[in-house]
């Protein structure tokens, strides 16, 4: 009934913000399709397998996100639904990151094998890790509402978005086209990732932690994270949210979907 009636007063959403909701609508279409047709056509290998397991269950919780976004610490949504309750869609998206953190693991390391390159298979270890401590940072933030949690978080997935780019850009100089090309566009993406996720993620959450407000102990923010939510259409809410919003539900999952490409460019070059 909530969910009925916010969508019958969708007639009052603003229009900016109902055309970006129609963008994200279209992403959580559009990459579960290009997951289907990967899967119907990458080779029956482990690795292939294995990646296309893990870039499943982060295109899912992408595309579940996009349908019900949030702001977690603000207790903002769009939908006064069950669906869109903040402990719900904090622990999609924890369980879809670390995902997307194995597959960059599994990734690095085939990537090592295939160049011939033992170093990368070293820094791959420190993937898995990073995004852990991330999200353990991501959780205190969402509990206690405090945002130096989410300052730090962005900054430690910056960190990873290096690594990562610096693992590409040396792997390309081994290779032939076309695995070159997949490899310099990843260097690229996440140098550039980084990049934003510093410049505007941390500085955002800095800003926000600098205003203060109320704070929770992690047992109160849990039952509060589980029951308290605004559904708001006002577009100065989201203005600040679109833009990782919208290159995370695009580009973010392109690039897990990228990752199980990998054998196939490589037997190509």
Do not use: K
Request: net charge positive; hydrophobic share 55%; aromatic share 10%.
């Amino acid at each position: 009934m909530r969910l009925r009636s916010c969508f019958a007063s969708s007639a009052s959403i603003d229009p900016r913000l109902r055309l970006w909701l129609g963008l994200l609508a279209a992403l959580a279409a559009v990459n579960p399709a290009v997951w289907i047709w990967i899967a119907h056509s990458v080779s029956h290998t482990p690795y292939a397998q294995t990646q296309l397991l893990l870039s499943g269950v982060y295109v899912s919780v992408c595309g579940f996100r996009s349908l019900f976004p949030r702001v977690d610490v603000e207790r903002a949504c769009v939908w006064d639904t069950w669906l869109s309750a903040i402990l719900l869609g904090r622990t999609a998206a924890t369980v879809a990151e670390l995902c997307f953190a194995l597959q960059c693991t599994l990734f690095v390391h085939r990537l090592s094998d295939i160049v011939g390159m033992p170093l990368l298979a070293v820094e791959a270890r420190l993937f898995l890790p990073l995004a852990f401590l991330a999200e353990l940072l991501c959780w205190h933030a969402v509990l206690s509402l405090n945002h130096m949690g989410h300052a730090i978080e962005e900054s430690l997935w910056a960190l990873l978005m290096l690594l990562l780019s610096a693992t590409l850009g040396a792997a390309a100089f081994a290779v032939t086209w076309p695995l070159r090309v997949m490899l310099i566009a990843g260097c690229v993406v996440y140098a550039l990732g980084a990049g934003l996720t510093i410049a505007y993620d941390v500085t955002m959450y800095l800003h926000r932690w600098h205003a203060g407000g109320s704070r929770l102990t992690l047992a109160t923010g849990l039952r509060d994270s589980r029951n308290r939510r605004h559904p708001i259409f006002a577009w100065e809410i989201w203005r600040e949210e679109m833009p990782w919003m919208t290159l995370y539900f695009s580009i973010g999952v392109w690039t897990s979907l990228a990752m199980v490409l990998l054998e196939r460019a490589a037997s190509r070059s």
